[in-house]
């Protein structure tokens, strides 16, 4: 049963699986090789067949591409076992990507499209003394008439337009065409009473005043009429808040009650995760437990308000409607969404594990963030992703597998995404961490090409509204008046051409939910995927391509050396490469998150594309670098969303002799805390040891959840010797809210950064 | 059954209905007056208690007030029927305005909120000698909170909010407060065979080539099982397209055919509204018809584009979504949608009849209109309304009852909502003319307060996809990039103040679903209910305020006196208030259809508010009055819909002596056929008999469904005597496509027009 942390009084059994591949659905594979489960058909093949290792060192990864057109097939033999009577022995599977069969002894037990549907069989009836259970995975989704692929295009997505396969496999601006395909997440074999649970959820309604939950235990399973079930609800400390108990008369039965005062769960930065333990066993008449299942109830209200603002705006005809709204309320409050775009963690989803979730989730935390988005190019992450954002508090945005494309109308597509649709809405919508439904990623622009006419849409909203209807659900992001972009330091597409300053500053989104900055990777880690003579000078065609340094999404991401080289001048060094990409990336990324923040009551979120990347990417927005390896902008990020800190808005990064230096000084607050007044100082500090104060701010405080802004402060930049300096903001008495930035000053006729030059 | 022009072998009965009202639920009335079935409260009691009548002549209509409150109980009694062996007396009624109680012999049979869903009942098994059948109806909704009535402002519609009542008659700019109830539609007894049909609807899905049609026959009712059917599908001309027959095996039963090459059905302009005939018969084994269905069947694919040029728009970080699509296509061809909306055209709506749709909707049909958008704030017409769409052509926008509120998420509506909108779609989604469901009006508006997250929308999204998913679906109409507004000639809200002429081409909207300019009622209409003492000057506090020409919308709405005297000077006479009001509605609406013509393609629909309206009202946006008067506009509208015309773009209406005056000139083209080229000659005419060429335009025709625009032409304007000048355009040997435009002159140190200035 998909439950997790069920108590099992009898066996599961994880067989031994072999694999092979054949090239038409009726041949029988040549030859049968040890696979791996969870795993991925390219792994099983790579060790036994002595590809080149790792997978992901130089070009590697081409080595898969021409397994995209055969078929697959897992096989695995057991003996009946010693079942006692009215015993079952249940296949179960929790995740077969994407496109199969499974048969036991020669018969066919199921034919699934789809990889997010869990498989649960009774193979009871159908064994003999020697069994063989085969997964026969089709070839992968293609689409007549769609792009043939391109390196250096991202076109290839299009074949997966028409399917609920995540696209991101076929190639994105930070992941390689890699088509994975396999057994992916938890997959065995269990003995199991004839009474078991098949589902058993808890879901609630809070009344208006939050004081009053209306509490529901959903049950299906088999054989659970006339058992006995008892119920129990139970505080983190241990007190009972229900307990409940009775006969059930159906296979499928909702037992209900009230919970006065039940304690919330908040999101991180607003109060504590608070979660419930939900304990249903299933006896018979004896007593003897025949099931059981435990599971975490966080209560919590969610809803999706028209930002601060926008109705108050003025009315000019012919009026169009007012943007959509983009502010997140929990438990009656508004919160000022801070967080990121989440993709794989690993290119090759079976390797996920819940430890990568504990690590990456735990990052995110120490970011300051309080919200995920799961980007609509990438999976439905397991069952433990959403238990370890239920515990530390971590908000989840929920794509569904559709992005940059646009998807059919086609009726036989429509079956399939309303089957995977069902099963990831009716898994994740008892988790207090769901906080939005989103159709996908970037589907109402001109490369989705989507609409709202569009079926796939249509069929989302009304799913999650019959299914899950308290939840938000927006179609996809960008709505109207949210903002994806810009994803680079020097924008040339912008006018005649912006910083990172200037396009943000003039930027007026209800949210900003994909920004980016890109930034070379670490020195060490590059060192381990790039041969030796391929690392300096970087190079088109070399392993820098492959790991996406070029021609990745525009002709000079993402390592953009020519602005590298006018901002800095003539790099000569790796080390120099990877400093001055890397500040480029930290001081933008600071910058959009906390203008997004100076932007408030009106902008509510600020999200930068991305998290992390499932595999090493040479030059990427990411923060992390795979796998788990820290890029200097994360740490940047994570001062710049501190629940409080002195802020400076300043309108560029890169000054010239003669100017007047220019900052407005804001205090941000995003608690529900007011802040103490407090004198803040700003000062420029230069020449390693230099330093002029800009101005003092007596600033008043902030009031809950409120910024504060300063006057607009201006100073003759002193003539430097450096080609760097730096601005602090320090506030009195609370060095915790002190902040500080990092510029370049370019003397007269200097082109680029002095030799040396240090910041 | 709910279909109309079903042969019916068995009797139908009208009985003669009372009516009393009361002002608690159990109270019994004080007496019994008679009642008009169909009818409405107000009508009954008007009738019997000596009112003043008519009820739209001066201030009667406030005479109604009172009976907001009160229940009404409308009885009506009658004999057993002889019945034959198996044969069942049944109760049928298509509309109870609004929540009532239905019982027989004072057993209480039904309780329904809402007014859109068909009541049939079988009453057999109650049957006693004399029988009483009585229909309670409840007070009006109010919602607790809700304001008050205030004379003047529209705020009382909020008693609107938490039920599927059309919100209208709570009063709107043009509209009293006359909140109207009783039994509104097509109401009888019938004495039925055992076995009868409750549901008949072909519905049916194209091809994509459009060559083949999947039809489908849908059946419900009582006692089919093991019956007999025959259904028929002929053409215009009586061929026979589909003839199939065979037993029904259940009381819900779907009989599906192809059908080849089906004559396509097309919106009035682009072809003929092609219908073929469905008929069923339900017969018993002796061959015996036991009932029978007709319905007109048209085959039509619609749907909603992106606007042409729309994805094409330069990419500018950070992006948001592009706007929502906004482009009818009709069988794979692209429309302009020229139309108008539409309220009641009865404040009564138990008076609206067959012959009242047929003249209004061919009036709508000879203006040129090719679609109607059914606003929100209004009913959900009777069953002859889309069967005249159907034969006339006539596209059908329907929303859905709620507009200009923030409808609650509240479940019990919710229920109602559901039960109502199932009713309707089921009803209407078998016309052909349907071409666009809409959540209801200016829901995402300030003044409306709704969102993408407001429940209602997203279940009235899920129910047209669940039950009738190739018909476009809009949450509400203005989405983004759609234009409602303005609303006035010369409208002071806009920057510094603009004409019609300025925001209108300084707008850049995807579609105008709404626009208006006001014009005074015609004079005769005027008389009719205008007091002689107070016809002129217009004053407030008069039956002109309770007809809206005063504080209806701003404070000087509809008539607009500031406007009037500060453009015309000092207004002597009712004549020529109504000429001088006229003429600005007349070319201020000619200008805008025909602006939003000139800018196709990306401009794609222009509807005026409001077509007609449901009583007299002395100054309204309509262009027709009540009942079927036309005024001046009208006809300026019909011409400027043509489907191909000769159009000037000119930047005003106002000129000043000593100006140039400038037109671009073009020839409009909403047809698929091209137009060959020809000479346009543009004419400046004025003080009876003077004329000044201004410029001719060698137009090179205009290819299918395609403009022509020709440069932009300047002249100094001659010295005038007479306050206006006429421009007329001229097309060489085709005068079907001329156009003239009058304006208004002044000479230096003129304020206002010469005394019996002509035009």
Redesign the interface.
């Known amino acids: 049963m998909p439950q997790q942390n069920n108590k099992r009084l009898l066996d599961k059994i994880k067989p031994k699986w072999e694999i092979g591949y054949h090239f038409s659905e009726e041949a029988a594979p040549e030859k049968w090789i040890p696979a791996t489960v969870p795993g991925a058909v390219q792994l099983d093949v790579m060790q036994a067949e002595n590809y080149q290792q790792p997978y992901w060192y130089a070009d590697n990864v081409k080595q898969f591409d021409w397994m995209e057109d055969y078929y697959f097939t897992y096989r695995t033999s057991f003996p009946r076992p010693d079942l006692h009577p009215g015993q079952r022995l249940c296949f179960h599977s929790k995740g077969i990507e994407y496109d199969f069969k499974i048969s036991l002894n020669g018969t066919q037990l199921l034919e699934q499209e789809g990889m997010f549907t869990y498989v649960d069989l009774d193979l009871t009836d159908q064994l003999q003394d020697i069994n063989e259970l085969q997964v026969q995975i089709k070839p992968i989704p293609k689409v007549a008439g769609a792009p043939a692929y391109t390196p250096g295009t991202d076109t290839y997505r299009q074949h997966a337009r028409e399917s609920a396969k995540p696209a991101v496999s076929y190639g994105w601006d930070w992941h390689p065409r890699l088509v994975t395909r396999g057994i992916w997440d938890e997959t065995y074999l269990e003995v199991r009473s004839s009474t078991y649970l098949t589902a058993s959820t808890v879901t609630y309604q809070l009344n208006e005043e939050l004081s009053q939950a209306q509490v529901q235990l959903n049950l299906e399973g088999k054989a659970l009429a006339g058992k006995h079930y008892k119920w129990s609800l139970t505080t983190e400390s241990g007190q009972i808040a229900i307990a409940q108990e009775g006969i059930l008369s159906s296979n499928t039965e909702s037992i209900s009650t009230q919970l006065q005062e039940p304690a919330l769960w908040w999101p991180s930065g607003y109060g504590s995760p608070t979660l419930y333990t939900s304990e249903v066993t299933i006896l018979n008449a004896e007593q003897e437990e025949l099931d059981s299942s435990h599971s975490k109830v966080g209560f919590r209200r969610v809803?999706?308000?028209?930002n601060e603002g926008e109705?108050?705006?003025p009315?000019?005809?012919?009026?169009?409607?007012?943007?959509?709204?983009a502010s997140l309320e929990i438990n009656g409050r508004r919160i000022f969404a801070k967080g990121t775009n989440w993709v794989h963690p690993e290119i090759f989803i079976g390797l996920i594990t819940n430890e990568t979730y504990e690590k990456q989730i735990q990052l995110a935390k120490e970011a300051n963030f309080n919200i995920l988005r799961i980007w609509g190019g990438g999976i439905t992450n397991k069952e433990s992703f959403f238990d370890l954002c239920d515990e530390q508090g971590m908000l989840v945005w929920q794509e569904f597998p559709l992005a940059c494309n646009n998807y059919t109308d086609k009726a036989s597509y429509l079956a399939v995404l309303e089957q995977e649709a069902t099963s990831i809405i009716n898994r994740v919508k008892a988790h207090a961490c769901l906080a939005i439904w989103s159709g996908g990623n970037e589907l109402?622009?001109?490369w989705g090409?989507m609409?709202?006419?569009s079926?796939a849409l249509?069929?989302l909203?009304?799913l999650?509204?019959?299914l899950d209807?308290y939840t938000?659900?927006?179609p996809?992001s960008?709505?109207?008046?949210?903002?994806?972009?810009?994803?680079l330091f020097y924008?040339k597409?912008?006018g005649t051409g912006e910083e990172v300053f200037q396009?943000m500053q003039r930027?007026d989104?209800t949210a900003?939910t994909e920004?980016g900055v890109p930034g070379v990777a670490n020195l060490e880690v590059l060192k381990q995927y790039i041969p030796p003579h391929e690392l300096f000078p970087p190079k088109r065609e070399t392993a820098w391509e492959t790991h996406h340094a070029f021609g990745a999404w525009r002709k000079d991401s993402w390592l953009e050396l020519p602005f590298l080289e006018e901002y800095f001048g003539e790099i000569t060094s790796l080390e120099d490469l990877v400093r001055f990409s890397q500040l480029t990336q930290s001081e933008g990324l600071k910058f959009i998150y906390e203008e997004a923040r100076r932007q408030k009551p009106y902008c509510s979120m600020a999200l930068n594309w991305c998290f992390q990347e499932p595999w090493p990417v040479a030059a990427n927005n990411s923060l992390v670098n795979w796998p788990n390896i820290l890029k200097p902008a994360y740490y940047e990020v994570a001062a710049a969303c501190r629940p409080v800190l002195a802020s400076l808005r300043v309108p560029k990064f890169l000054w010239h002799e003669g100017e007047d230096f220019i900052c407005e000084p804001f205090l941000l607050n995003d608690t529900y805390d007011p802040i103490a007044p407090a004198q803040i100082t700003v000062t420029l500090l230069y020449d390693g040891g230099k330093s002029l104060k800009v101005t003092t701010w007596t600033c008043p405080g902030a009031p809950e959840f409120q910024n504060s802004q300063g006057s607009k402060a201006q100073l003759p930049l002193p003539d430097m010797h450096g080609s760097f300096f730096t601005v602090s903001v320090e506030v009195e008495s609370n060095p915790a809210y002190n902040s500080r930035y990092t510029f370049m000053y370019r003397g007269k006729n200097e082109t680029g950064v002095k030799p040396g030059a240090a910041f």
């Open positions: 809803k999706l308000l028209m109705w108050d705006k009315l000019v005809f012919p009026a169009s409607r007012n943007r959509a709204p109402f622009n001109a090409g609409t709202d006419q079926l249509r069929l909203n009304s999650c509204y019959r209807p938000p659900f927006v996809t960008p709505l109207n008046g949210m903002g994806h972009g810009s994803y924008d597409t912008i396009w930027a989104n900003y920004f």
